[in-house]
C-alpha cells in the first residue's frame, strides 16, 4: 500500500511540475500602451477579473488586475475587454427566483469576453452569482446586455410558476436589421451561445461579410467532449481472513497475492472548462480473483485437528464512478489521476470453502474508494495503476474476510 501510494504522489508532483500554461498574447495598459508576452490560459469557467503574466517563458509571473489592463488576449485565440457596464444582478438560481419580471440593473466594472467582432460585437460574461449574460453593440458604444430573466408568477393563490422575460429577442430584431434576420427565426432563438453566435455571424455576413470569431469556428482548440474506452487489464489481488471459533481458537491467514483479470468499459465526459483538465467517469467493470491456502489452528492442542485447506474464487460485477485530472505534457501526452467510488456486487458462482469446517457466503455487495494515476496518449491510449483499500467481502461476530486489489488496466479510445 505505501509504495502505491508513493507512485500516486510523484505521479501527482510531476504532473504539476510537467504542465505548460502559458500561451503567447498581449495586454493594453490604462495609457493605451500593448504589452507583449506570455498569459496564463485557464479556460476559465467564470470570467476572470485577473491575470498572471509573464515577460518571456522564464520570467518572474506578475499578476496583473482589471484595474492595470483595459484588454488581455492570447494571439489568435480569446481577449478580455474591460468595459463598466449595467448588469443584471437578479438571482438564477430556480429556489432564489423572485417574482419582478424587468431585470435588476447594476453597474459593474467587468471584464467581457469577445465572441464575434465585427459590425456587431457579442460578449459573454459569467460568474458564479451571475448565470451566462451576454452583451453586444452594434457601434462603438458601451455594450449592453441582452435581457433573459427567469422569474415567478402566482395567479389565484395557485402553486407559483417559473416564467420568463426574453426582450433579448426584440433587441436582436431592432438592432440587427438584416432580411436573413426574421421575427420568425428570432422567435425560436433559444438563448445560448451558439444560437446567438450565429444570429450574430449571420447579421455581419448580411453587412460586409467581415467579422472575427473567438470561438472553436476557426481558432479554438476542439473539444472532444466524450470518450468511450474498453479497458481490459490485470489485478494483484489478496484476502485476509481471521476465524474466532467459541472456545477461542483463533485461525487467520493471508491467501497469497494472485493475478487476475478484470474487463471494463469507460464513458468519460470532459467538463467544458479549465482546459479540458477535469472529466467524470463512469465504468461498468467484471473481475475475477482465484486463490488457495492451508490454514491451521494457532492453539496446539490434540483435541483439534481441524487444520484445513481454504478455496477462494471472488467474481464481480461493479462500477466505478468518479472525476479525474489530467496534467498536460504537450499536445498529444498526459498523465492523469482519478478518485472513484467502487461499488461491486459478487457473482453467484463465487465461493468461500473450507475442506472440513463451515463454508461462508459472501455479501451481495461491497462499496469502497479506489485511486489510480496513469498516463494518456493522443487521447486514444491509456495504462493506468489503481489501487482499492481493504474491503469487507464477510463479517460477522467471529469471522472477517477483507480483499486488497491493485490492478493495471490498458484503454482503448474508440469514439
Known amino acids: ?104 440593473f447594476k453597474e459593474k466594472t467587468i471584464y467581457l469576453e469577445k465572441l464575434l467582432d465585427g459590425s456587431a460585437k457579442l460578449y459573454l460574461y459569467n460568474s458564479t452569482s451571475t448565470k451566462n449574460k451576454y452583451f453586444y453593440s452594434t457601434s462603438s458604444d458601451i455594450p449592453e446586455q441582452l435581457v433573459f430573466k427567469e422569474y415567478m408568477v402566482s395567479k389565484n393563490g395557485n402553486t407559483p410558476k417559473m416564467a ?110 479549465n482546459n479540458n483538465k477535469w472529466s467524470l467517469i463512469l465504468e461498468p467493470l467484471y473481475t475475477h480473483y482465484k486463490s488457495q491456502t492451508f490454514v491451521k489452528n494457532t492453539l496446539d492442542s490434540d483435541y483439534f485437528t481441524n487444520n484445513e485447506n481454504v478455496n477462494v474464487e471472488y467474481n464481480s460485477f461493479g462500477a466505478q464512478v468518479g472525476i479525474r485530472y489530467y496534467f498536460f505534457l504537450n499536445e498529444e501526452s498526459s498523465i492523469f489521476i482519478n478518485a472513484r467510488y467502487y461499488q461491486q456486487f459478487f457473482v453467484p458462482s463465487s465461493s468461500f470453502a473450507f475442506e472440513r469446517s463451515k463454508d461462508y457466503t459472501f455479501y451481495e455487495s461491497t462499496n469502497s474508494i479506489s485511486l489510480g494515476a496513469g498516463y494518456n496518449f493522443n487521447r486514444k491510449f491509456s495504462v493506468e495503476l489503481n489501487y482499492v483499500p ?26
Open 164 to 273: 420568463v422575460n426574453e426582450y433579448y429577442k426584440q433587441q436582436i430584431l431592432n438592432n440587427l436589421d438584416c432580411e436573413s434576420i426574421t421575427k420568425n427565426k428570432v422567435s425560436g432563438l433559444d438563448y445560448k451561445e451558439r444560437n446567438l453566435r450565429k444570429i450574430f455571424k449571420d447579421y455581419n455576413l448580411c453587412e460586409n461579410n467581415n467579422y472575427r470569431a473567438y470561438y472553436d469556428e476557426d481558432t479554438e482548440i476542439k473539444k472532444d467532449a466524450f470518450a468511450l474506452s474498453i479497458r481490459p487489464g490485470v489485478t494483484y489481488s489478496t484476502i485476509d481472513f481471521t476465524f474466532l471459533q467459541s472456545i477461542g481458537v483463533d485461525r487467520s491467514a493471508s491467501l497469497d497475492y494472485e493475478l487476475g483479470y478484470r474487463i471494463g468499459v469507460e464513458l468519460e465526459y470532459t467538463l467544458p472548462f
Open 1 to 104: 500500500m505505501k509504495k502505491t501510494l508513493l507512485v500516486l504522489f510523484l505521479t501527482f508532483s510531476f504532473g504539476i511540475y510537467a504542465q505548460t500554461e502559458y500561451k503567447k498574447g498581449f495586454y493594453i495598459d490604462n495609457f493605451g500602451n500593448k504589452i507583449e508576452g506570455y498569459i496564463k490560459y485557464e479556460d476559465w469557467k467564470y470570467t476572470p477579473s485577473t491575470f498572471n503574466y509573464k515577460e518571456s517563458p522564464n520570467s518572474a509571473i506578475k499578476t496583473i488586475s482589471i484595474e492595470n489592463a483595459k484588454v488581455f488576449a492570447f494571439d489568435n485565440f480569446k481577449q478580455y475587454e474591460r468595459y463598466t457596464v449595467k448588469i443584471d444582478t437578479s438571482a438564477t438560481q430556480l429556489k432564489n427566483l423572485d417574482y419582478e419580471r424587468n431585470p435588476f
Open 390 to 415: 481493504a474491503r469487507a467481502l464477510i463479517s460477522n461476530f467471529n469471522y472477517t474476510a477483507k480483499l486488497r486489489e491493485v490492478s493495471l488496466t490498458l484503454g482503448y479510445n474508440f469514439l
